[in-house]
């Protein structure tokens, strides 16, 4: 039986070395996905969770009510059954009216509405990031660019003099963001005054992938931050047809290939002799810039799970650096005895950049580290289009193959 107590322990306490991540948990104060460190759970509401800077801001709010004497309502409405117009009551002069109209936008603002910080469970991701440069999008705050649910429906665009104090809320979660992007962002080696080495060092020791449970986390990862810019260039959109998608979320642009392609599937269903082909997955990656992949590699048993992933994990931090990310998953269940690691590329159209990390892995897992040689190389587009092997189009999953020296 494995001891997985010292990662349980480890992951319920902040730490400058590494970040939590949730895994497909969106905040829904500010819509940022997935939320970055602290996540809070309503334990009225079946699904409402909040990041950190939404968490405070709706203490603020709340405390704002309270001191402008509002009189509490009866418990609001769920989401998803707010009157129309109720807008318009933000901007009432009766305090009472106000605030019964903010809490039909916001249910969770009612202090009825209690919230548990989420310290365990398998949504998420642990974080190393490889440098200490401070970050913007996901990799930095999460995506928390939005005002925050609470903040934003106390503050009228038309009306700044009537509602400075509704802004109040907001303004103190912007300046928390600003912490957020000096102290979370910059954790990375180059963090405190560990080394880069020592720091990376005390990351694998603590978060053994043999000693994790997926129970407790689904991957460790390390990681590059992520360039300030998500626009479009030369080399990331492949075959330059992606412009139609420029400006969109990479959720934006996977429904939109999805829905895309989920046409494709029916016109080749009704179109005789009409085969769908991985040209047409290529095109859809290139159209809507879904262009990442990654090697995966696989370990038989903890003992090359560990030895395999701090080989990666040191490639990836050298410089000059093997790739942006790497992942290796958790323990599964105690019958399975099996991970697999992930060594991600931009773009996998640029087939001299997913050899030359190829080569990379073959240089650092030398001498025998995995039973398991394979080395497979999948596109994340595959993935996002539910393309699995012995698929209905008889695809293959894995675009590139190669075998560990």
Same mark, same amino acid.
């Given at each position: 039986?494995?001891?997985?107590?010292?990662?349980?322990?480890?992951?319920?306490?902040?730490?400058?070395?590494?970040?939590?991540?949730h895994?497909?948990?969106?905040?829904?104060?500010?819509?940022?996905?997935?939320?970055?460190?602290?996540?809070?759970?309503?334990?009225?509401?079946?699904?409402?969770?909040?990041?950190?800077?939404?968490?405070?801001?709706?203490?603020?709010?709340?405390?704002?009510?309270?001191?402008?004497?509002?009189?509490?309502?009866?418990?609001?409405?769920?989401?998803?059954?707010?009157?129309?117009?109720?807008?318009?009551?933000?901007?009432?002069?009766?305090?009472?009216?106000?605030?019964?109209?903010?809490?039909?936008?916001?249910?969770?603002?009612h202090?009825?509405?209690?919230?548990?910080?989420?310290?365990?469970?398998?949504?998420?991701?642990?974080?190393?990031?490889?440098?200490?440069?401070?970050a913007?999008?996901?990799?930095a705050?999460?995506?928390?660019s939005?005002?925050?649910?609470?903040a934003?429906?106390?503050?009228?665009?038309?009306?700044?003099?009537?509602?400075?104090e509704?802004?109040?809320?907001?303004?103190?979660?912007?300046?928390?963001?600003?912490?957020?992007?000096?102290?979370?962002?910059?954790?990375?080696?180059?963090?405190?005054?560990?080394?880069?080495?020592?720091?990376?060092g005390?990351?694998?020791?603590?978060?053994?992938?043999?000693? &994790?449970?997926?129970?407790? =986390? @689904?991957?460790?990862?390390? *990681?590059? /931050?992520?360039?300030?810019?998500?626009?479009?260039? +030369? !080399?990331?959109?492949?075959?330059?047809?992606?412009s139609?998608?420029?400006?969109?979320?990479?959720?934006?642009?996977?429904?939109?290939?999805?829905?895309?392609?989920?046409?494709?599937?029916?016109?080749?269903?009704?179109?005789?002799?009409?085969r769908?082909?991985?040209?047409?997955?290529?095109?859809?990656a290139?159209?809507?810039?879904?262009?990442?992949g990654?090697?995966?590699?696989?370990?038989?048993?903890?003992?090359?799970?560990? &030895?395999?992933?701090?080989? =990666? @994990?040191?490639?990836?931090? *050298?410089? /000059?650096?093997?790739?942006d990310?790497?992942?290796? +998953? !958790?323990?599964?269940?105690?019958?399975?005895?099996?991970?697999?690691?992930?060594?991600?590329?931009?773009?996998?159209?640029?087939?001299?950049?997913?050899?030359?990390?190829?080569?990379?892995?073959?240089?650092?897992?030398?001498?025998?580290?995995?039973?398991?040689?394979?080395?497979?190389?999948?596109?994340?587009?595959?993935?996002?289009?539910?393309?699995?092997?012995?698929?209905?189009?008889?695809?293959?999953?894995?675009?590139?193959? &190669?075998?560990?020296?």
């Amino acid at each position: 039986m494995s001891d997985y107590t010292g990662v349980r322990e480890a992951l319920r306490h902040e730490s400058p070395l590494w970040r939590i991540e949730h895994l497909d948990i969106t905040c829904d104060g500010c819509l940022c996905e997935p939320i970055i460190g602290a996540r809070f759970k309503c334990t009225v509401c079946e699904d409402i969770d909040l990041c950190g800077a939404c968490m405070r801001a709706l203490v603020a709010a709340r405390l704002k009510m309270a001191q402008e004497g509002a009189a509490m309502p009866g418990l609001p409405r769920r989401q998803g059954q707010r009157p129309r117009k109720w807008v318009a009551k933000l901007h009432s002069r009766d305090l009472t009216e106000k605030w019964a109209a903010l809490q039909t936008a916001v249910p969770c603002l009612h202090p009825s509405h209690q919230f548990q910080k989420v310290v365990d469970g398998p949504e998420r991701a642990v974080v190393f990031l490889a440098d200490g440069q401070p970050a913007s999008g996901n990799i930095a705050t999460g995506g928390c660019s939005s005002q925050p649910a609470a903040a934003a429906g106390a503050a009228g665009p038309q009306q700044q003099d009537e509602q400075q104090e509704e802004q109040q809320a907001s303004q103190e979660v912007q300046a928390e963001r600003g912490r957020c992007a000096v102290n979370g962002s910059s954790r990375g080696i180059n963090g405190g005054s560990s080394s880069s080495s020592s720091a990376l060092g005390e990351f694998l020791s603590t978060f053994r992938p043999s000693a &994790a449970s997926c129970r407790d =986390v @689904a991957w460790i990862i390390v *990681a590059h /931050p992520e360039p300030s810019s998500e626009q479009p260039s +030369s !080399s990331s959109s492949g075959s330059g047809n992606g412009s139609a998608s420029a400006g969109l979320s990479l959720e934006q642009r996977v429904d939109a290939a999805v829905e895309e392609w989920e046409l494709k599937v029916q016109q080749a269903a009704f179109g005789p002799g009409r085969r769908l082909t991985a040209a047409d997955v290529d095109a859809l990656a290139a159209k809507h810039r879904i262009l990442k992949g990654k090697w995966m590699l696989f370990a038989r048993s903890g003992a090359e799970a560990d &030895a395999a992933w701090a080989a =990666v @994990a040191k490639a990836v931090c *050298a410089e /000059p650096r093997l790739c942006d990310s790497a992942k290796v +998953s !958790s323990a599964g269940p105690e019958a399975d005895g099996s991970w697999v690691l992930c060594v991600y590329t931009e773009n996998y159209h640029d087939s001299e950049d997913v050899q030359r990390v190829c080569r990379g892995l073959q240089r650092a897992l030398r001498g025998g580290l995995l039973q398991d040689r394979r080395l497979l190389y999948k596109p994340d587009v595959y993935t996002h289009l539910g393309i699995y092997s012995k698929n209905q189009w008889q695809l293959k999953p894995t675009v590139f193959e &190669a075998r560990l020296l």
